[in-house]
């Protein structure tokens, strides 16, 4: 009973497989020397004829569902047997880095890999989301919200900036938009959830930790906001008279950093402001900007975006701008599930403390693992909506200097190693929870 754990030179081999394979996709993008690939754009099919690809060497049957997510299936030793989820995004932010989601579908085709001809008494998912980060729609975890059967007709009537609906995006795609109750897993098929991710902040580092244990997802809001106010001749207006959108947008920006410095635990971004036909002499008349605010506890993050929106609209009201707001996302703080991360406990307990003969090479950073670092993650993922369906569970990865959502984004490749290596352990202990 049990897969034998691949020699280190098998984890090395497919961890730096892994590694290469997200050099490799990140060639396809929509900005030339920039990683840049949004939802259902034309990189995006090129990523995922390369994935179905990979799936398919390594013994997977894929599928591609109605909104654009990459399947590959391997059966149990039982027909009839649950499936383990494993997966994360292959869409990016502008201007990324390379490991962002993509890492954690690399390590699960990596961990297919590893497992060889060995059948698990469930049945293997490597799901790559076609869409997490919310770019194009300006709407996160489309992919993620396709599986678990939560995508409804307001997420298909969002447009993005050229007015295409999600649904037409689809359509033009070449895909079905009436296929989307399909592309849903039934909870009771479903034994859980792993989504192996980069840390994307400091914290594991500062730990001189290689990975970590996510407790919990942060609550995240997402608001556009629409100032207006007149424009004018920069020259010719006095300052008294003036109605400058752009100022009451910028009080914004500060009175968001101003409160998140003083709120424990909270963070606030004014992460995108646009001048509509913006002129060195022009009076900004129309702004456009964009808010994020997150915090662990819900009734904190609401708090805040309550009181963000209150403070501009006064200052704009004192300004003689109006301001118009609209929620794009309120996504509720997440707890991992306790099972399962338990189990991801103990294989990282494991491969830190008992199975060092197969982690020779990954000893110096191992012995620095001076117990299971356990975090809340700061950045939303799609664990968050699998959670709500099966449970799910994250193992992070460190991010060098806490890089990511840039092109400096790194990985350590032991770091790597390890992660795949505490995968097969967590497979392991899924493998006995099944067998008893
Ligand atoms: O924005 C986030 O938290 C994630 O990178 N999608
Ligand atoms: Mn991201
Ligand atoms: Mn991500």
Redesign the pocket.
Same mark, same amino acid.
């Given at each position: 009973m049990g897969f034998e754990a691949p020699s280190s030179a098998t984890i090395l081999a497919l961890s730096q497989q892994a590694l290469e394979r997200c050099d490799n996709l990140a060639l396809h993008s929509e900005e030339p020397g920039k990683i840049t690939r949004t939802f259902l754009s034309k990189p995006a099919r090129e990523v995922q004829a390369k994935l179905e690809t990979w799936m398919k060497e390594s013994g997977l049957s894929t599928r591609v569902d109605a909104v654009g997510n990459v399947i590959g299936r391997l059966e149990g030793n039982s027909p009839g047997a649950k499936t383990l989820l494993i997966g994360s995004?292959i869409d990016t932010?502008p201007n990324a880095g390379r490991y962002?989601g993509i890492l954690g579908v690399m390590l699960g085709i990596a961990a297919v890999r590893a497992l060889g001809a060995h059948k698990l008494p469930f049945a293997l998912e490597i799901i790559a989301f076609s869409e997490?980060? #919310?770019v194009r729609f300006n709407v996160?975890f489309i992919g993620s919200k396709a599986v678990v059967g939560s995508v409804d007709r307001a997420l298909l009537e969002k447009t993005d900036a050229l007015g295409t609906s999600v649904a037409q995006a689809i359509v033009d795609y070449g895909l079905n938009p009436n296929d989307i109750p399909s592309a849903a897993h039934k909870p009771s098929d479903v034994l859980g959830y792993l989504e192996v991710h980069i840390e994307?902040g400091p914290i594991l580092e500062s730990r001189q930790a290689p990975l970590g244990l996510v407790e919990a997802i942060v609550g995240?809001s997402r608001v556009n906001l629409e100032f207006r106010g007149q424009a004018a001749h920069a020259g010719t207006t006095p300052m008294n008279l003036r109605k400058d959108a752009l100022v009451v947008a910028a009080t914004l920006v500060l009175e968001a950093e101003r409160m998140a410095k003083t709120i424990p635990g909270l963070v606030a971004t004014v992460g995108t402001l646009e001048v509509e036909d913006g002129a060195g002499n022009i009076v900004p008349g129309r702004v456009r900007a964009s808010l994020?605010v997150?915090h662990s506890d819900d009734a904190i993050r609401e708090r805040a975006v309550a009181d963000l929106l209150d403070f501009t609209w006064h200052t704009g009201q004192k300004r003689k701008v109006n301001l118009d707001h609209q929620i794009k996302l309120e996504q509720r703080a997440v707890p991992m599930d306790g099972l399962l991360t338990e189990f991801l406990a103990d294989a990282l307990e494991d491969c830190g403390f008992k199975n060092k003969s197969n982690l020779s090479t990954l000893q110096t950073s191992f012995e620095k693992v001076a117990s299971v670092h356990r975090l809340s993650s #700061?950045? #939303?993922?799609d664990a968050m909506i699998l959670a709500g369906f099966t449970k799910a569970t994250m193992l992070f990865i460190r991010s060098p200097r806490g890089v990511?959502?840039h092109p400096d984004e790194a990985v350590i490749p032991s770091d790597v190693r390890a992660a795949l290596t505490v995968m097969l352990e967590f497979l392991k202990k899924l493998e006995r929870w099944q067998a008893n």
């Amino acid at each position: 009973m049990g897969f034998e754990a691949p020699s280190s030179a098998t984890i090395l081999a497919l961890s730096q497989q892994a590694l290469e394979r997200c050099d490799n996709l990140a060639l396809h993008s929509e900005e030339p020397g920039k990683i840049t690939r949004t939802f259902l754009s034309k990189p995006a099919r090129e990523v995922q004829a390369k994935l179905e690809t990979w799936m398919k060497e390594s013994g997977l049957s894929t599928r591609v569902d109605a909104v654009g997510n990459v399947i590959g299936r391997l059966e149990g030793n039982s027909p009839g047997a649950k499936t383990l989820l494993i997966g994360s995004h292959i869409d990016t932010v502008p201007n990324a880095g390379r490991y962002d989601g993509i890492l954690g579908v690399m390590l699960g085709i990596a961990a297919v890999r590893a497992l060889g001809a060995h059948k698990l008494p469930f049945a293997l998912e490597i799901i790559a989301f076609s869409e997490e980060e #919310g770019v194009r729609f300006n709407v996160p975890f489309i992919g993620s919200k396709a599986v678990v059967g939560s995508v409804d007709r307001a997420l298909l009537e969002k447009t993005d900036a050229l007015g295409t609906s999600v649904a037409q995006a689809i359509v033009d795609y070449g895909l079905n938009p009436n296929d989307i109750p399909s592309a849903a897993h039934k909870p009771s098929d479903v034994l859980g959830y792993l989504e192996v991710h980069i840390e994307q902040g400091p914290i594991l580092e500062s730990r001189q930790a290689p990975l970590g244990l996510v407790e919990a997802i942060v609550g995240q809001s997402r608001v556009n906001l629409e100032f207006r106010g007149q424009a004018a001749h920069a020259g010719t207006t006095p300052m008294n008279l003036r109605k400058d959108a752009l100022v009451v947008a910028a009080t914004l920006v500060l009175e968001a950093e101003r409160m998140a410095k003083t709120i424990p635990g909270l963070v606030a971004t004014v992460g995108t402001l646009e001048v509509e036909d913006g002129a060195g002499n022009i009076v900004p008349g129309r702004v456009r900007a964009s808010l994020d605010v997150r915090h662990s506890d819900d009734a904190i993050r609401e708090r805040a975006v309550a009181d963000l929106l209150d403070f501009t609209w006064h200052t704009g009201q004192k300004r003689k701008v109006n301001l118009d707001h609209q929620i794009k996302l309120e996504q509720r703080a997440v707890p991992m599930d306790g099972l399962l991360t338990e189990f991801l406990a103990d294989a990282l307990e494991d491969c830190g403390f008992k199975n060092k003969s197969n982690l020779s090479t990954l000893q110096t950073s191992f012995e620095k693992v001076a117990s299971v670092h356990r975090l809340s993650s #700061g950045a #939303g993922h799609d664990a968050m909506i699998l959670a709500g369906f099966t449970k799910a569970t994250m193992l992070f990865i460190r991010s060098p200097r806490g890089v990511s959502h840039h092109p400096d984004e790194a990985v350590i490749p032991s770091d790597v190693r390890a992660a795949l290596t505490v995968m097969l352990e967590f497979l392991k202990k899924l493998e006995r929870w099944q067998a008893n």
